[in-house]
């Protein structure tokens, strides 16, 4: 029993003692491997994301321009000013459509049935 | 509790084809006809009171068809004023299936400019059961609603009773700013047909093939590919050089549409004559005629040159104007109708 008991202790000191030092090299190696490659991945990631980000940001240059020249066309001074101003009046324009349209309306059902229905 | 819920819909009532825009996103466009089995043969066969729309075209043989609508209007009998009524009623069911007991239906229709008053009326009485509230707008003035075009534009809307035009200012058109002709597409197809039938006497025509025939070879351009068709005499078929003879009747149509224009031009305030001719927009089924805005620009040469486009969306741009208005219009003015 204390004979098998030894035994064992020193043969697994012995594999211990051998095998440790080229186990933690081989672990390590596989870490740094794998830290490289990820990193790798992440580099490659951040130059396929600076890529889309520019052209991104090339993109939003021509919106930017074409609205630019839009509102130029639109209204040539004070550009805000004019939009906001024709915005309102074009409003302004409806409503009095609408409210010509209303009263057509009820005219009409008092032409029809004699009374404003 | 149900709460109730407000659809708003645009239809445009058209004599040959309607067609309906949805708040709900739906839209749906269809022959104006209904059909009633002949008799109790195609009553069994067809197991419905009615057919509507591509149906009742398909199964026509066993039918009595009816178009309720004439030159753009409901014909006053009782039976056009039904089956009005079925056309109207299918088109709200068919895109709001969902709507409930309790969940209102606002709609604006579009009819031609120059619809009357007894017309009009005809419509409000139809749709008195399934519309809780609607405005009539005269349909070119919705043309030009639906493509924000207040401003000097004049707007030549084709469909197949009516050509309905509208001088656009900024303001509601007048009687003046309108006209009204029956040279539109149910015209067109007469002319073809009296024109085949002198050349080609005993050939076998329908409505159907006259239809046909127009919407795939109906042009007014100076240049076009040989309009050659089938058709049959004595129910043999044969190859027709029709390309003259549609030429001349396409051209009947836009003559008479080139008069109305310049006329509009015309009488129209001096300043502003120039801004009108550049801003044509053609509109309706008859838009989708070859070559149909050049005639028109070419007819104005005289007047100083013109710029006629046709709309995108021919089949539905009225009832989307309807649509937009009814969407558009404030609560407080519904109250008033």
């Known amino acids: ?117 | 509790m149900a709460t109730s819920k407000i659809f708003h819909i645009g239809i445009d009532l058209g004599t040959s084809q309607s067609s309906i825009v949805t708040s709900t996103g739906s839209r749906v466009s269809t022959k104006t006809c209904v059909g009633y089995p002949k008799d109790v043969i195609s009553q069994k066969r067809l197991n419905k009171e009615h057919l509507l729309g591509e149906e009742a075209l398909k199964n026509r043989l066993a039918l009595d068809l009816v178009w309720p609508l004439a030159e753009g209007v409901i014909c006053s009998d009782k039976k056009s004023k039904e089956a009005t009524q079925l056309v109207l009623q299918d088109l709200i069911t068919s895109t709001l299936p969902k709507l409930g007991d309790t969940d209102k239906v606002y709609a604006a229709i579009g009819v031609p400019a120059l619809a009357s008053v007894q017309d009009k009326k005809t419509i409000i009485d139809i749709t008195k059961d399934f519309i809780d509230k609607i405005i009539i707008v005269s349909e070119p003035f919705a043309v030009a609603y639906g493509i924000d075009r207040f401003d000097e534009c004049l707007i030549v809307d084709i469909g197949a009773g009516t050509t309905d035009l509208c001088r656009m200012y900024g303001s509601i058109p007048t009687e003046d700013d309108q006209r009204t002709l029956t040279e539109a597409g149910n015209f067109l197809d007469n002319e073809i047909m009296n024109a085949i039938w002198e050349k080609f006497p005993d050939v076998q025509l329908t409505p159907q093939i006259i239809q046909w025939i127009k919407e795939k070879y109906g042009y007014v351009s100076d240049n076009s590919d040989p309009a050659i068709v089938t058709l049959t005499k004595e129910g043999k078929p044969d190859s027709y050089d029709i390309t003259g003879i549609l030429h001349e009747s396409c051209l009947k149509l836009s003559n008479a549409i080139s008069k109305a224009v310049q006329s509009l031009v015309s009488d129209f305030d001096p300043d502003f004559q120039e801004i009108l001719r550049n801003n044509i927009i053609v509109a309706g089924g008859g838009s989708r005629l070859m070559g149909i805005d050049k005639a028109i620009e070419k007819s104005l040469d005289n007047y100083g040159g013109g710029k006629a486009i046709c709309v995108q969306d021919v089949e539905f741009c009225g009832a989307n104007g309807c649509l937009k208005m009814c969407q558009e219009m404030p609560e407080s003015y519904w109250d008033k109708i």
């Open chain 1, 1 to 117: 029993m204390i004979k098998n008991t030894a035994l064992h202790l020193l043969t697994g000191k012995l594999i211990t003692t051998s095998l440790l030092p080229g186990s933690l090299f081989m672990v390590s190696g596989v870490l740094i491997w794998s830290i490289w490659q990820k990193q790798k991945h992440l580099q490659n990631d951040t130059a396929e994301l600076r890529s889309e980000v520019k052209k991104i940001k090339e993109q939003m240059d021509k919106l930017d321009a074409s609205i630019e020249t839009n509102q130029k066309q639109k209204a040539p001074d004070s550009s805000l000013l004019q939009e906001d101003h024709s915005i309102k009046e074009s409003d302004e324009k409806k409503m009095g459509l609408f409210e010509y349209l209303i009263n057509d309306n009820v005219k009409l059902r008092q032409q029809a049935y004699g009374n404003s229905d």
